[in-house]
């Protein structure tokens, strides 16, 4: 491959990498919900043009995480309480059957990786200083590691949508709740039972077990406003 090609993939490939280092951000909490995004200043900040910026943007837009308003340019959405709960209750219509289809399928060799991402995760929220986002990351890796043995790939992407739109929340959410040593154990507790059932086959039980836990998040929704946006939002 020649320079010129190599050059063409790279500037191709921007919009992805810019799109990447704006999800670190808003996992990071660097971002927050209401946000200005503004083109040249994120420009100048990751020193590239403003065409892979606005490509980046949209795609954004696209994940439901942003919104494009006339005269006043791009800014990350506002969740309401009301928003995330809608957005759990498509998740308990659609992670279940996912995970049931798993059952059915998935190889020796995919329970062997979710084996080792749950050694993983155990480690990272039992140390004593952690990253909040490491623990996100391992979770949504947990997740899709399972999902994905499902087969149903349009159904994944859906799922992965919704898990794009809860970002801010999950974030904070999660932040809260490895502060309690109880709420960590109770944290690998459940991960713990989707990897019984997905070894034993039992698909009931992991439909039965996505449903009940995505249900209770949807009805008991610890939503503190004030944690998602910065003081001059």
Same mark, same amino acid.
């Given at each position: +491959?020649?320079?010129?090609?190599k050059? $063409?993939?790279?500037?191709?490939r921007?919009? *992805?990498l810019?799109l990447?280092?704006? +999800?670190? %951000?808003? +996992?990071?909490?660097?971002l927050? +919900? $209401? *946000?200005?995004?503004?083109t040249?200043? /994120?420009?100048?900040?990751?020193?590239?043009?403003?065409?892979?910026?606005?490509?980046?943007?949209?795609?954004?837009?696209?994940?439901?995480?942003a919104?494009?308003?006339?005269?006043a340019g791009?800014?990350?959405?506002? /969740?309401?309480?009301e928003d995330? @709960?809608?957005? #759990?209750?498509?998740r308990?219509?659609?992670?279940?059957?996912?995970? @049931? #289809?798993?059952?059915?399928?998935?190889?020796? =060799?995919?329970i062997?990786?979710l084996?080792?991402?749950?050694?993983?995760?155990?480690?990272v929220?039992?140390?004593?200083?952690? *990253?909040?986002?490491?623990?996100?990351?391992?979770?949504?890796?947990?997740?899709?590691?399972?999902?994905k043995?499902? $087969?149903?790939?349009?159904?994944?992407?859906?799922?992965?949508? /919704? %898990?794009?739109?809860l970002?801010?929340?999950k974030?904070? #959410?999660g932040?809260?709740?490895l502060?309690?040593?109880?709420?960590?154990?109770?944290?690998i507790?459940?991960?713990?039972?989707y /990897? =019984?059932?997905?070894?034993n @086959? =039992?698909? *009931?039980?992991?439909?039965?077990?996505?449903?009940?836990?995505?249900?209770?998040?949807?009805?008991?929704i610890?939503? #503190?406003?004030?944690?998602?946006?910065?003081e001059?939002s």
């Amino acid at each position: +491959m020649d320079d010129t090609n190599k050059e $063409g993939i790279q500037r191709n490939r921007l919009p *992805d990498l810019v799109l990447d280092q704006l +999800m670190d %951000w808003i +996992m990071s909490g660097k971002l927050l +919900m $209401g *946000d200005k995004l503004n083109t040249e200043e /994120l420009a100048s900040q990751l020193g590239v043009s403003r065409m892979p910026i606005r490509e980046a943007l949209s795609n954004l837009e696209k994940k439901g995480l942003a919104e494009s308003i006339p005269y006043a340019g791009t800014k990350l959405v506002t /969740l309401t309480k009301e928003d995330v @709960r809608q957005i #759990y209750i498509a998740r308990t219509a659609l992670e279940p059957v996912a995970a @049931r #289809y798993a059952c059915e399928r998935i190889s020796d =060799d995919e329970i062997r990786e979710l084996r080792e991402i749950q050694e993983q995760y155990k480690k990272v929220v039992r140390q004593e200083k952690f *990253d909040s986002v490491d623990v996100y990351r391992l979770n949504r890796l947990f997740h899709f590691s399972m999902y994905k043995a499902s $087969g149903l790939h349009r159904v994944c992407s859906m799922i992965e949508s /919704l %898990w794009d739109n809860l970002s801010f929340f999950k974030l904070i #959410y999660g932040q809260k709740l490895l502060d309690k040593e109880e709420s960590r154990e109770s944290m690998i507790n459940e991960h713990q039972t989707y /990897l =019984d059932a997905l070894e034993n @086959r =039992d698909s *009931d039980l992991i439909y039965d077990l996505l449903g009940r836990n995505l249900k209770k998040r949807a009805d008991d929704i610890p939503y #503190y406003s004030d944690a998602y946006f910065h003081e001059n939002s």
